[in-house]
């Protein structure tokens, strides 16, 4: 589970979302999101969106992580997730579940959803 937490969290981070041979290693060809807007996105359209990203001052905070295995090579990945503002402030608060498999030489995300949730204490 440690890698595909590893992974994830890599995800969030902006120079990770901008490098285009680093969305290639995560992220499957086939990949398919339902974001917490309820807004669908392929491989092509969230790399597009990753590309056009400005940096911002705002972190993605994630704690909570659950692994659950689906078969030995693909994983369900449950979490929580929030973003904080440089002055503290949290919103956007959700729950995220992702689907990982592995090719035979990487794990790569092939699925994500986001589901708003109410708001949860932040784990330090």
């Known amino acids: 589970m440690d890698i595909l937490v590893e992974q994830e969290k890599a995800l969030h981070q902006f120079s990770v979302r901008k490098d285009k041979a680093e969305r290639e290693r995560l992220i499957h060809p086939t990949f398919r999101e339902v974001g917490k807007s309820g807004t669908s996105f392929d491989f092509e359209t969230i790399s597009e969106m990753m590309e056009g990203e400005e940096p ?6 994630s704690q909570d992580y659950e692994c659950i ?3 030995p090579s693909v994983q369900l990945l449950l979490y929580k997730s929030a973003l904080i503002s440089a002055d503290g402030e949290i919103s956007s608060y959700a729950k995220r579940s992702s689907i990982w498999a ?4 990487n794990w790569q995300l ?8 109410p708001a949860f204490e932040i784990d330090s």
């Open 110 to 117: 092939k699925y994500h959803q986001g589901t708003p949730c």
């Open 102 to 105: 592995f090719t035979g030489y």
């Open 69 to 71: 295995q689906l078969e």
């Open 56 to 61: 911002s001052q705002v972190i993605i905070h």
